[in-house]
């Protein structure tokens, strides 16, 4: 089964995945949404899949495991967000990014969404590929 397969049936799966993690003010949770929506729009267009997840508990299930809220400090006023880009491999992570930056909508888009952003964070991204086990 290839990327364009499992992307239709919602499994996902690609060798290449950028997170971001950030942090949104509980007020702006609407805008974000409408914001991402947009951005997944574009982005799927292109032959990528995108998901976002809301972090749906603050508490550190035992000792030794920190919380990803307490190391992003959010406050009770924020949620944290992460969100995933899934390429089938490097090469086309770069032909999606090369994508990106020629579409003159991107940018506004982007520049909305760092405004909804909690007071003093940014997005964290990690580009990750997958390891065979």
Partial sequence: MDFEENKIKGASIGNEIDHFIYRVPKKNHDS??????????????????????????????????????KIVSASEDDEVWMEQIIYRDRNHKEEIGNKMKSDEKMIPLYQESLRLLARGSNYILGEFTRLTV
């Fill in 32 to 69: 974000m949404l409408k914001i991402n929506k947009r951005f997944a729009n574009m982005i799927t267009k292109y032959g990528a899949v995108h998901q976002v997840f809301q972090l749906n508990t603050t508490k550190s299930p035992m000792e030794g495991i920190d919380n990803i809220s």
